[in-house]
């Protein structure tokens, strides 16, 4: 079974500071790691993902993310906020083991905050 | 442009009534699945479709059934809306082995 757990439901930074979303997992197999992005009123977007390359991931809008097998870890960072990164953030892992097209298992959600 | 396309964008329905909510993809992908998602829960799955012909649950499927029409088209369907189905709904679709694309989502309100 996996399951993916986001450490904070809300975090809120100042813009122009850095940006640190925790996210935690567990798996069985070798997983896949996301982390999608959600704007008010909007989709979901894939910010960036991890497949068992490098273990540091660059995603888009300065965004990246490290995988730490030991520590089960994902967290999500940014070096300086902008004011337009304010959205709800999940974690999403997927077991490339299983069959059936590779579920997704969400994260509760991180809401960022960004003050001016 | 190339994508999910969910239909209607809102819905309101009186508990009791049914409805379908549409999911139409047009980028030959394999894998299609209905996602709700409630604040502080993420997104769980309710049902799948690994390919063409095949449907299978997911996490919570108690009160919907689905139906994969053809390989664009795979449709969520409420028999009897209840209340606690109020929810933000997300088709995404998926070719193995690279990522997820996701509809932008319908609002469903059960009153």
């Known amino acids: 079974a996996q399951s993916v757990t986001q450490l904070d439901s809300h975090v809120s930074v100042s813009e122009g500071t850095p940006v640190l979303l925790r996210c935690n997992y567990s798996s069985s197999y070798s997983p896949s790691l996301f982390w999608y992005v959600q704007h008010p009123n909007k989709g979901l977007q894939l910010l960036l993902k991890?497949?068992?390359?490098?273990?540091l991931v660059k995603g888009i809008n300065g965004f990246e993310a490290e995988f730490k097998k030991s520590e089960t870890s994902f967290h999500l960072t940014k070096p300086s906020a902008h004011m337009s990164d304010a959205a709800e953030y999940f974690c999403?892992?997927?077991?490339?083991?299983?069959?059936?097209?590779?579920?997704?298992?969400f994260g509760g959600g991180t809401r960022l905050m960004v003050k001016p | 442009n190339a994508g999910v396309t969910q239909t209607p964008k809102f819905q309101v329905l009186k508990t009791g009534q049914s409805m379908t909510l549409q999911c139409a993809q047009d980028?030959?992908?394999?894998?299609m699945y209905w996602y709700r998602q409630d604040p502080g829960m993420g997104l769980r799955l309710i049902y799948y479709?690994?390919?063409?012909?095949?449907?299978d649950k997911g996490e919570v499927p108690n009160g919907y059934n689905v139906s994969r029409l053809n390989k664009r088209e795979f449709s969520l369907r409420l028999e009897s809306a209840a209340p606690s189905q109020t929810s933000v709904y997300f088709c995404?679709?998926?070719?193995?082995?690279?990522?997820?694309?996701f509809g932008s989502g319908t609002r469903l309100t059960v009153v």
């Open positions: 991890y497949t068992s390359a490098a273990t």
């Open positions: 980028m030959n992908h394999n894998s």
């Open positions: 479709s690994a390919s063409e012909g095949t449907t």
């Open positions: 995404a679709s998926r070719l193995r082995g690279f990522g997820y694309t």
């Open positions: 999403v892992v997927s077991d490339q083991n299983r069959n059936a097209g590779n579920m997704l298992t």
